[in-house]
């Protein structure tokens, strides 16, 4: 293995033990502060009609579950993420919500050869690649299995000012724990400048491609409640490492960082996230 391999592969399996640890945390107090982000991609792709749509990174199940109502059961579709715990959730969700035209499986972004070449409509990808390490090759996974016509939406964090949970979230560990850098690591708002991730899209092949900014408040009613959501990012293993006594200063260290953005007993974040959309041309 090259170095730069054994380098992509200790960031994968970072991501991949941050994620199992953090998937319930994630699934109840973070997941459902991303509706708008849903919304937005619902908005721009809406007027469509996919027989078969692929939700990359799925995590606990959204937006796939949304998007499989709202496109109803002559769309398949097909959720996948590298952690085991998230499609776990995610499948128990499709059975129980009833949802059965929405499925979840296994599977690395940056590696989709189960699936066929030109096989779906719309692939989806919700706060996904900016964990991948290799982002390019994932976006050239997500052309490949396009069809003729096909989109591809893809969200990250925006601006620097409104990444704020992963800020708020980095932050407060970095003040108590020694954070694993990731040399030549990406920030969470990296995509957002430069329009990085509709340059990206054309770079994998897409032939058009464009990116605008999601702005969505997110509330949390009080500092456990946002501690519990810090407990949900890619952070997880380091919150886990928080001791009954460290706890009052970290609780500490969150209410000083989220100041700024107090309401009443809680908080409103000011967050900013970036859609991008990008298409292939018919045939
Ligand atoms: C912030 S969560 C987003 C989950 C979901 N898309 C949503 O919007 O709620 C990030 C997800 O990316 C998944 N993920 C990270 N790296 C991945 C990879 N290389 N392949 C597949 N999934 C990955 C994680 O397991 C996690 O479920």
Redesign the pocket.
Known sequence: MTSENAHHEAK?AR??QA?TVATDN?AAH??PH?AP?TAAMLAAISHLEPARLL??????G??ALTLARHFGPACEVVG????GS?VDRAAQRANGERVPNCRFEC????DLSALADASFDIVT????VG???RPER?LGEFRRVLKASGTALVTSWGTKGGALLPRISGGTIASFFEIDQDPGGRPPWHFAEENRLARALLDAGFDHADQREVRADIGFANTRALYSALRGTAMSPYFQRVTDELEPAVLAKIEELAAPYRAGEGYRLPCAFVLATGTVRGA
């Open positions: 994968r991501m991949h994620w994630y973070i997941e991303f982000l939700d990359v990174a799925c995590g606990a959204e937006p996948i993420d590298f952690c998230m599977g690395d972004a940056e990808c919700r706060q996904g964990f991948v390490p994932a």
